[in-house]
């Protein structure tokens, strides 16, 4: 009979066709049961379940958003490490400062990321992969990561990846705004600075020279050799680390034959009380995330032309910044990104009188090069013998950009003004 009904002609024009759930009704005062079609099986009422319950979709349909909460780690630090899903994901907080991914295992993923302001999504950036590094072998457990941005107070974060997918996968969110709780505010005693700056060194070097004192030997007798004097070197407490962080003692070299010049890829807009928060986020970053035994750079200069004491140990402690080549160099990080920044003249002339001070010390001229044996490094295989620019930058050693275009551009000059201070001095 359904079938005699369905070959009916259509009803005129002038009048509405009754819906499905009227003709139902009919059909079922009159004692008629209507077959569901396969059809209109399939389409059953939509429903809410299928998607996550954890995660909401992001309004502009760029991937999964996540509410994620940073827990307090100690050293005025907080942290939270999130897995990095397939394609496009959000995570939102209260607040975070500093943003970096790691993974184990070989390859390398381009981890690009995007920061929400009040106007809207900014443009994506990258997290460039991290070539800084201990000597294969010394520090370490496998993890690898990308540098650590600053990115200023920020409370939602866009992450993409792209190409390679390595294991473990991480995006590490990290708040430095705070204070540390069991330093005492470390402003009071290297505060009332008399500016001749003798007292430069931290207090974990044995190594507290007071090199420019030549008022304390009047009478001539064997007058030991005079070398470039330091900048003011701003010590580790003056920053706040966390002792406790470090995992080993520190590792002496036996000489120094270089210097090595880097950046540190974050942003250039950081205030000056922002930069002991930064320092203890590098800090947090290379001991807790990439099992490193310290701090990886032996001394970081700020953008305002300041000089900070890095890895504990004193002048002749071996870093972790240089793959390859930290046996016998140091590692001076300026902080910020200078692939399209000009470096100011204070952070110019702190990098060259910080390399001054370490290469006078160890009888070293500031231009020229010299023959140095590699460790192994992505550019240069372990034990072959190199002649590199004895203040080199990174790119010299490594396969990377650091320290960007405009930091190399100034690198002859800061070779320059480091010799002419050795020859004064």
């Not at 550019?379 to 190399?408: E, M, S, W, Y």
Request: with cysteine; net charge positive.
């Amino acid at each position: 009979m359904l079938d005699d009904m369905q070959r009916l002609p259509a009803p005129p024009s002038s009048r509405r066709p009754r819906s499905a759930a009227t003709v139902a009704l009919v059909l079922a005062a009159a004692g008629l049961t209507v077959p569901v079609s396969a059809s209109s099986a399939a389409r059953p009422a939509p429903t809410r379940s299928a998607s996550p319950a954890v995660h909401a979709t992001d309004p502009s349909g760029l991937g999964p958003s996540r509410q994620v909460s940073l827990a307090p780690v100690g050293g005025g630090v907080r942290e939270v490490r999130a897995a990095l899903p397939a394609g496009t994901s959000t995570l939102r907080s209260d607040r975070f400062t500093m943003v970096g991914a790691t993974w184990t295992g070989a390859g390398e993923p381009r981890v690009q990321f995007s920061l929400r302001a009040r106007d809207g999504w900014g443009g994506w950036r990258d997290l460039p992969v991290l070539h800084d590094g201990p000597t294969a072998g010394a520090e370490g457990d496998g993890v690898r990561g990308t540098d650590l941005v600053w990115v200023g107070a920020s409370s939602s974060v866009r992450v993409r990846t792209l190409g390679q997918r390595p294991q473990g996968l991480r995006l590490l969110l990290l708040d430095t705004s705070g204070r540390p709780a069991a330093d005492p505010a470390p402003e009071p005693t290297p505060s009332p600075e008399p500016t001749a700056e003798p007292t430069s060194e931290p207090t974990s070097a044995p190594t507290t020279e007071p090199t420019a004192a030549p008022t304390a030997q009047p009478t001539e007798q064997a007058a030991p050799r005079r070398s470039a004097p330091p900048p003011r070197m701003r010590p580790r407490k003056k920053w706040g680390a966390k002792e406790k962080w470090r995992t080993s003692p520190p590792v002496m070299r036996r000489t120094l034959k270089q210097v090595h010049v880097h950046h540190t890829a974050s942003s250039n807009s950081y205030g000056r009380d922002d930069v002991p928060g930064i320092l203890r986020g590098f800090y947090r970053y290379h001991t807790k995330s990439l099992g490193w035994s310290d701090i990886g750079y032996n001394v970081l200069v700020d953008r305002f032309g300041r000089a900070w004491v890095g890895r504990y140990g004193g002048d002749m402690v071996q870093g972790a910044h240089t793959l390859g080549f930290n046996h016998n160099s140091i590692g001076v990080a300026v902080i910020g990104d200078y692939r399209k920044k000009k470096p100011t003249r204070p952070v110019i002339r702190t990098v060259a009188r910080v390399a001054a001070w370490q290469l006078d010390k160890n009888e070293r001229r500031a231009v020229g090069k010299v023959k140095v044996v590699s460790k192994g490094s992505d550019r240069f295989r372990r034990g072959k013998k190199v002649t590199l620019p004895v203040i080199d930058g990174h790119l010299h050693t490594n396969q990377t950009a650091c320290p960007g275009r405009q930091l190399v551009k100034v690198l002859p000059g800061i070779r320059s003004r480091a010799q002419y201070r050795i020859r004064r001095h």
